[in-house]
């Protein structure tokens, strides 16, 4: 039996409640060797002469070289002043005309030096993002050069100015998502609407509703509660059913950009992909993803139950699926406009990645176990040294979703420290 038909066999079997010997369970891809030798042949890619420009320019014929080179850096975050000098140098170049493969590698460029510049501001990184502020003609590539400088230390007298220089260069900045979303997130914060009417409202009848609560800081473990078709939320042994999920982006990316951390908001629960496949086990887990659409996301069957298609009547119609104290709520509205933006194929899964794959989870403690995502929402999977399953979230979210899930998930960040938001959850349900 080939591996993929034994993972296809033991998974099947988790999400039906009955789990086959811990041997059958053995995930190749899982073991100690095998994670070691994944994370080295990152490790193998990092050297002076591989970010070298002149030997290797940035054109289609390198595109997918140095798209494996940025993803390795992101892996492993090197602090050689030779990494990020090459990525300001990649960043002079979003002031000029590119071509197709010029444009993603510079995008990635942005992503993973928004990543690199937030915990290690470099005055090299600083001076090309401030450069694309003032030349770049990509409204998307200033609006995130301007939040990456936000996220490396600016000072809000800095924001101001840029703000201004931006608004100056784009008049009509307020009719470009990237650039209105970005200016709306570095507004004084909205009051927070009572957590309880969200609570008690229903998007659509006899529809199950995942809520997703998380703290403003997106480093900390977000924890996800299910109400029943019936308007019933879920118990076990007579506490209120939850699980932790993190919605870190590895880029360190605010939601409104590619790449980014999840965007509050609703979205429509409709299906799953099945898994696994030895080809994404690594990024995605060992069991079925579950599908999620952003409004107005190509492919979903029915966004309101009963009409056929996305959603219809753009912001007014987003609004009205939520109660009337959260419509007038900007941070809300996220999956709508970075649905708008193009962002999409959100999922709920778990992590086949060792959790020391990623050099950034070393800062992040309480959310040890994790990974983070480009987007998406990550559950709890590990394995032990032997490739066996110890333990995962996922199938107990299957399970009460059901083989073919629909419904809305509701992403909300709540002002609090993640520790305190189940009692204060149970605490408006009770009320």
Same mark, same amino acid.
């Given at each position: 039996?080939?591996?993929?038909?034994?993972?296809?066999?033991?998974?099947?079997?988790?999400?039906?409640?009955?789990?086959? %010997?811990?041997?059958?369970?053995?995930?190749?891809?899982?073991?100690?060797?095998?994670?070691?030798?994944?994370?080295?042949?990152?490790?193998?890619?990092?050297? #002076?002469?591989?970010?070298?420009?002149? =030997?290797?320019?940035?054109?289609?014929?390198?595109?997918?070289?140095?798209?494996?080179?940025?993803?390795?850096?992101?892996?492993?975050?090197?602090?050689? $002043?030779?990494?990020?000098?090459?990525?300001?140098?990649?960043?002079?170049?979003?002031?000029?005309?590119?071509?197709?493969? @010029?444009?993603?590698?510079?995008?990635?460029?942005?992503?993973?030096?928004?990543?690199?510049?937030?915990?290690? *501001?470099?005055?090299?990184?600083?001076?090309?993002?401030?450069?694309?502020?003032?030349?770049?003609?990509?409204?998307?590539?200033?609006?995130?050069?301007?939040?990456?400088?936000?996220?490396?230390?600016?000072?809000?007298?800095?924001?101001?100015?840029?703000? /201004? @220089?931006?608004? @100056?260069?784009?008049?009509?900045?307020?009719?470009?998502?990237?650039?209105?979303?970005?200016?709306?997130?570095?507004?004084? *914060? +909205?009051?927070?609407?009572?957590?309880?009417?969200?609570?008690?409202?229903?998007? $659509?009848?006899?529809?199950?509703?995942?809520?997703?609560?998380?703290?403003?800081?997106?480093?900390?473990?977000?924890?996800?509660?299910?109400?029943?078709?019936?308007?019933?939320?879920?118990?076990?042994?007579?506490?209120?059913?939850?699980?932790?999920?993190?919605?870190?982006?590895?880029?360190?990316?605010?939601?409104?950009?590619?790449?980014?951390?999840? *965007?509050?908001?609703?979205? =429509?629960?409709?299906?799953?992909?099945?898994? #696994?496949?030895?080809?994404?086990?690594?990024?995605?887990?060992?069991?079925?993803?579950?599908?999620?659409?952003? #409004?107005?996301?190509?492919?979903?069957?029915?966004?309101?139950?009963?009409?056929?298609?996305?959603?219809?009547?753009?912001?007014?119609?987003?609004?009205?699926?939520?109660?009337?104290?959260?419509? /007038?709520?900007?941070?809300?509205?996220?999956?709508?406009?970075?649905?708008?933006?193009?962002?999409?194929?959100? =999922?709920?899964?778990?992590?086949?990645?060792?959790?020391?794959?990623?050099?950034?989870?070393?800062?992040?403690?309480?959310?040890?176990?994790?990974?983070?995502?480009?987007?998406?929402?990550?559950?709890?999977?590990?394995?032990?040294?032997?490739? =066996?399953?110890?333990?995962? +979230?996922?199938?107990?979210?299957? /399970?009460?979703?059901?083989?073919?899930?629909?419904?809305?998930?509701?992403?909300?960040?709540? %002002?609090?420290?993640?520790?305190?938001?189940?009692? @204060?959850?149970?605490?408006?349900? $009770?009320?």
């Amino acid at each position: 039996m080939n591996p993929r038909n034994s993972l296809f066999i033991a998974a099947f079997a988790l999400f039906l409640g009955n789990a086959l %010997p811990a041997q059958s369970q053995t995930v190749p891809l899982a073991t100690a060797e095998a994670r070691i030798r994944q994370r080295q042949d990152q490790l193998n890619l990092i050297s #002076p002469a591989a970010y070298d420009l002149t =030997r290797n320019p940035i054109n289609a014929q390198t595109e997918r070289r140095w798209r494996q080179l940025l993803w390795a850096t992101a892996v492993i975050e090197p602090q050689d $002043a030779y990494v990020q000098d090459t990525i300001a140098q990649i960043l002079t170049l979003t002031s000029q005309k590119l071509t197709p493969p @010029q444009t993603r590698i510079v995008e990635m460029a942005l992503q993973v030096g928004t990543q690199l510049y937030s915990t290690n *501001p470099t005055s090299t990184l600083r001076e090309r993002f401030t450069q694309t502020i003032a030349q770049s003609s990509n409204p998307r590539w200033v609006a995130l050069s301007l939040s990456a400088l936000v996220k490396g230390g600016a000072t809000v007298q800095e924001q101001q100015q840029w703000i /201004n @220089q931006i608004a @100056q260069r784009f008049p009509r900045w307020s009719e470009n998502v990237s650039l209105y979303t970005t200016f709306q997130d570095l507004a004084a *914060p +909205d009051r927070t609407p009572p957590v309880r009417d969200l609570l008690n409202w229903s998007i $659509a009848p006899n529809q199950q509703q995942l809520y997703v609560f998380c703290s403003r800081d997106r480093a900390q473990l977000c924890s996800a509660f299910l109400k029943d078709r019936r308007g019933q939320f879920v118990r076990e042994n007579g506490r209120l059913w939850s699980i932790p999920l993190l919605t870190r982006s590895l880029h360190n990316l605010s939601w409104n950009f590619s790449r980014g951390y999840t *965007p509050q908001g609703i979205y =429509r629960i409709e299906g799953t992909i099945p898994q #696994p496949d030895t080809d994404f086990f690594r990024a995605y887990g060992f069991f079925p993803l579950v599908k999620l659409f952003a #409004p107005f996301e190509p492919g979903v069957r029915e966004f309101i139950p009963g009409r056929k298609g996305t959603l219809a009547g753009k912001l007014p119609g987003y609004n009205a699926l939520l109660p009337p104290s959260w419509r /007038n709520y900007f941070p809300i509205q996220g999956s709508y406009w970075a649905g708008l933006a193009g962002r999409s194929e959100f =999922r709920i899964h778990g992590s086949g990645e060792d959790p020391g794959f990623f050099t950034n989870n070393q800062r992040y403690p309480d959310s040890a176990g994790w990974n983070p995502a480009i987007g998406c929402l990550s559950a709890l999977e590990l394995y032990d040294e032997q490739g =066996r399953l110890k333990t995962s +979230d996922v199938p107990r979210l299957l /399970n009460l979703l059901g083989a073919k899930p629909t419904g809305y998930l509701i992403v909300a960040e709540l %002002p609090t420290d993640s520790r305190s938001i189940p009692a @204060q959850i149970e605490a408006a349900i $009770a009320r």
